[in-house]
């Protein structure tokens, strides 16, 4: 696990032209699913620009709440252990990782994510192995880990989230840990906004369309997918996993930060955030 590896492939999608459509509809898995990777290749630098310095570049934080590993310690001693992030971006929290003695390998969809995690690499000289796999087909062997885990990664973005979890459960040795972030299903029936627009509920908590935007020849530049606390949970068990814990951070009173629909206003009255904590059996 010492050697960067970037393997990459070749993607059929158009690349799409300016949003002319956004809002929740169906629309076929396939092109929902991989509408992720050139979104991300295309958004990589303005993201990284506006929440990088919140991030950290050799940090590992949970959630816009702010909640950070060294703190909370949700994955225990990592030191020795092999570790796997899945969606890990620009890999902050595999840096992080890898300076308390873990063997961390981060995979992302997005080969403009992994561009900026390699030249954090080199800014820091902090190196972590970088892969470039979907989160439904990783290239690594059964039982290869002892702790997996995704700080708001891969789940979001595809359709079939129980497909990542079944190839988690594979990759994970017998007692290994998947831990992952995401959004807080309740914030589904909520507006995105962080102000106090965004405190009364316009959608229902169950209309679990996904929130599409697509150019004007109709070609899905985005898509985000909700699902309930209880879809959540049915996809981490039908993997063969065990739930843990559920955690639900609350916003801290010195959080000034707002990110999209997260911040101190929305924060003091919704939850933002689920940390859902699992292990294979064994």
Do not use: K
């Not at 960067?4 to 092109?31: C, E, L, Q």
């Not at 969606?87 to 994510?113: K, P, Y």
């Not at 192995?129 to 990664?153: E, H, I, K, M, N």
């Not at 979890?165 to 840990?177: F, I, S």
């Amino acid at each position: 696990m010492a050697e960067n590896v970037h393997v990459t492939a070749p993607d059929p999608r158009p690349v799409p032209g300016p949003t002319a459509h956004a809002g929740y509809r169906d629309v076929p898995d396939a092109a929902g699913g991989r509408a992720g990777r050139s979104w991300w290749d295309a958004n990589a630098a303005e993201y990284l620009d506006e929440h990088g310095a919140f991030l950290g570049a050799t940090d590992f934080c949970w959630c816009p709440e702010g909640v950070r590993e060294r703190d909370v310690r949700l994955l225990g001693d990592v030191a020795g252990r092999r570790v796997l992030e899945v969606g890990a971006g620009a890999a902050q929290c595999s840096r992080w990782l890898a300076t308390q003695g873990a063997h961390v390998v981060a995979t992302d969809v997005s080969g403009g994510m992994l561009a900026a995690g390699a030249a954090l690499d080199r800014r820091t000289g902090v190196h972590v192995p970088l892969v470039q796999a979907d989160a439904r087909r990783l290239p690594f062997a059964d039982a290869a880990f002892d702790v997996a885990f995704t700080s708001f990664g891969a789940l979001p973005f595809v359709p079939d989230a129980d497909a990542v979890h079944r190839e988690v459960a594979r990759v994970l040795r017998p007692g290994g840990t998947w831990t992952f972030s995401v959004t807080h299903p309740v914030r589904w029936a909520f507006p995105d906004d962080p102000g106090e627009h965004g405190l009364t509920a316009n959608r229902s908590y169950f209309d679990r369309r996904p929130y599409v935007e697509s150019d004007a020849a109709g070609t899905v530049a985005y898509a985000e997918y909700h699902r309930t606390l209880g879809d959540h949970v049915r996809d981490v068990v039908g993997a063969g996993l065990v739930l843990v814990d559920v955690v639900e951070p609350e916003w801290p009173a010195d959080n000034a930060e707002v990110w999209g629909g997260w911040g101190p206003v929305r924060g003091a009255y919704l939850p933002g955030t689920a940390i859902f904590r699992t292990r294979r059996p064994g």
